[in-house]
């Protein structure tokens, strides 16, 4: 039984950064693709980052792009999401999704993902 657990959101001003952290268990994660996707309220989730399994590949919303950035943990720890330069836009609930195929494709596709985690709120104050 995979679970995901994100943690390191809260509330920052406009401006400010954010590092998010994805802790797994259950099993390694090591060779899956990972992503981080949002939902604010009364919004659909949506797509933020997504990372391969060698960290050689990565692809990001354009909203996020150049202010982002997803990289590659160790097994416990194995997606972080460094938030920099935060936009009030940017307020939603963040999430932790990983597939279940190892060396899978980067997608931005919810439905490519298979585990999810609970969220982590970040807010972002004018």
């Known amino acids: 039984h995979v679970q995901l657990v994100e943690s390191g959101g809260g509330l920052v001003q406009a401006g400010g950064s954010l590092r998010l952290s994805c802790a797994a268990s259950?099993?390694?994660?090591?060779?899956?693709?990972m992503g981080w996707f949002r939902q604010a309220p009364g919004k659909e989730r949506e797509f933020v980052a997504t990372i391969n399994w060698s960290g050689g590949s990565t692809y990001y919303a354009d909203s996020v792009k150049g202010r982002f950035a997803i990289s590659r943990g160790n097994a416990k720890n194995p997606v972080y999401l460094q938030m920099n330069s935060l936009k009030p836009e940017d307020t939603a609930v963040y999430y932790c999704?990983?597939?279940?195929?190892?060396?899978?494709?980067?997608?931005?596709?919810?439905?490519?993902?298979?585990?999810w985690g609970q969220g982590t709120q970040v807010t972002v104050s004018s």
């Open positions: 259950g099993r390694t994660l090591s060779r899956n693709t």
């Open positions: 999704a990983a597939q279940e195929r190892p060396f899978g494709y980067t997608s931005y596709a919810k439905n490519d993902y298979n585990y």
